[in-house]
T-cell receptor, first 107, second 117 residues
Framework: QKEVEQNSGPLSVPEGAIASLNCTYS??????FFWYRQYSGKSPELIMS????GDKEDGRFTAQLNKASQYVSLLIRDSQPSDSATYLC???????FGKGTTLSVSS | KAGVTQTPRYLIKTRGQQVTLSCSPI?????VSWYQQTPGQGLQFLFE???????NKGNFPGRFSGRQFSNSRSEMNVSTLELGDSALYLC????????????????FGPGTRLTVT
């Protein structure tokens, strides 16, 4: 059974801090990895995709992938209260989702 | 570009009935996937259609079925509804290819909230 694991949180950070979200996956042959943000009552919104080992940066977001360790992470720099949401890690093409990490950014 | 649209947004059905949900993908996207989201199980993959063919299927009973039309619009059907089918049903579309390379990013619609009583 393919699994994606995330710490459910909540992860609480002060405004302006770096939030670090982590994800591990079980299927060693996975090639595509995604981070989604979901606000309460809304559908998931794609933040980042990453396919190769290393870092990928987009604005305040950095995704990091380590296929050998089967580990994906998302860093959010200069966290804002509007970043407070559930962050979902997804793996594969028929996406396997983690249960999500709830992030709370306090002003 | 308009996003993924789903209709209806809310639906209340009775046990034993059947339901059909509709999804219109982003213009130009050829892949449509369906997911079920519940508080207990999270987001679970139902199936994916590409060029009118089911390309992947998740671990759901045969009561859950889908199809895709030539214009990439998709429908999913749930027959003999059970209380446990109450969930948010999400449709996501993906280009398939973009500029000649594989593009796997999936973009979600607003979902259909199904309540089974």
């Amino acid at each position: 059974q393919k699994e994606v694991e995330q710490n459910s949180g909540p992860l609480s950070v002060p405004e302006g801090a770096i939030a670090s979200l982590n994800c591990t996956y079980s299927d060693r042959v996975s090639q595509s990895f995604f981070w989604y943000r979901q606000y309460s009552g809304k559908s998931p919104e794609l933040i980042m995709s990453i396919y190769s080992n290393g870092d990928k940066e987009d604005g305040r977001f950095t995704a990091q992938l380590n296929k050998a360790s089967q580990y994906v992470s998302l860093l959010i720099r200069d966290s804002q209260p509007s970043d407070s949401a559930t962050y979902l890690c997804a793996v594969g093409t028929a996406l396997i989702f983690g249960k999500g990490t709830t992030l709370s950014v306090s002003s | 570009k308009a996003g993924v649209t789903q209709t209806p947004r809310y639906l209340i059905k009775t046990r034993g009935q059947q339901v059909t949900l509709s999804c219109s993908p982003i213009s130009g996207h050829r892949s449509v996937s369906w997911y079920q989201q519940t508080p207990g199980q999270g987001l679970q993959f139902l199936f994916e259609y590409f060029s009118e063919t089911q390309r992947n299927k998740g671990n759901f009973p045969g009561r859950f079925s889908g199809r895709q039309f030539s214009n990439s619009r998709s429908e999913m059907n749930v027959s003999t509804l059970e209380l446990g089918d109450s969930a948010l049903y999400l449709c996501a579309s993906s280009p398939g290819t973009l500029g000649g390379r594989l593009s796997l990013e999936q973009y979600f619609g607003p979902g259909t909230r199904l309540t089974v009583t």
